[in-house]
């Protein structure tokens, strides 16, 4: 399976940005992970393989939303208030499990990372 995730960019404290990753072939369950620089990589978000099921870590609750569209092969994030620490670069993955997880170990593929910056 082969992920390409973009949408990453340089937004100011408070707004928006949108990631997307596309996929070669249907997944499973899809994340998204991020390592700020410095920092060990972190999970973000997972949804599971029907989207019915979603997850979120505490620092990016009420404020990201993971998706998925089957039958496009993609996943987005969409990140709204965002803030100085969500700086990092965010990777999309794909799982082993049918059910959400947060362990990297479980994601045999990933995609290359795409940049967010949160500035003023």
């Known amino acids: 399976v082969q992920l390409q995730a973009c949408g990453g960019g340089l937004v100011q404290p408070g707004g928006s940005l949108r990631l997307s990753c596309a996929t070669s072939?249907?997944?499973?369950?899809m994340g998204w992970f991020r390592q700020a620089p410095g920092k060990e990589r972190e999970f973000v978000a997972a949804?599971?393989?029907?989207?019915?099921?979603?997850e979120y870590a505490d620092s990016v609750k009420g404020r990201f939303t993971i998706s998925r569209d089957n039958a496009k092969y993609t996943s987005d994030l969409q990140m709204d208030s965002l803030k100085a620490e969500d700086t990092a670069v965010y990777y999309c993955?794909?799982?082993?499990?049918?059910?959400?997880?947060?362990?990297?170990?479980?994601?045999?593929?990933w995609g290359q990372g795409t940049e967010v910056t949160v500035s003023s």
């Open positions: 993955a794909a799982s082993s499990f049918g059910l959400t997880t947060t362990i990297q170990s479980r994601y045999p593929y």
């Open positions: 072939e249907r997944t499973l369950s």
């Open positions: 949804i599971s393989r029907g989207g019915g099921s979603t």
